[in-house]
Nanobody
Framework: QVQLVESGGGLVQAGGSLRLSCAAS????????MGWFRQAPGKEREFVAS????????YYADSVKGRFPISRDNAKNTLYLQMNSLKPEDKAVYFC???????????????????WGQGTQVTVSS
């Protein structure tokens, strides 16, 4: 069983920054694509960013491209999302996710992911 624990969420003013972290408890972390998703109240969970197991490829939703770089440290089993130039519409619960298959591509569908964290709240005030 893989456990994922997000941290780093909080309240920030528009234009500010936050850095989310996701700590994984599994040896499979270094062989899996990892992703960030978010869910706002009353909306479906949506893709934010993903990164291949070896950091050789990253993929972003258009809404965050150029603002939210994703990165990972396989030695620390940790995934990151640096959130810059935050907007009120970025307010959501942010989840990290661990892909089902090893050495895969930069997935953006929830069905490609097997394990999920509990989420961390990000609130952006205008």
């Amino acid at each position: 069983q893989v456990q994922l624990v997000e941290s780093g969420g909080g309240l920030v003013q528009a234009g500010g920054s936050l850095r989310l972290s996701c700590a994984a408890s599994s040896r499979t972390f270094s062989s899996r694509t990892m992703g960030w998703f978010r869910q706002a109240p009353g909306k479906e969970r949506e893709f934010v960013a993903s990164i291949r197991w070896n950091s050789a490829g990253v993929y972003y939703a258009d809404s965050v491209k150029g603002r939210f770089p994703i990165s990972r440290d396989n030695a620390k089993n940790t995934l990151y999302l640096q959130m810059n130039s935050l907007k009120p519409e970025d307010k959501a619960v942010y989840f990290c996710a661990h892909a089902r298959t090893p050495y895969g591509d930069m997935y953006y569908y929830t069905s490609h992911y097997e394990y999920w964290g509990q989420g961390t709240q990000v609130t952006v005030s205008s």
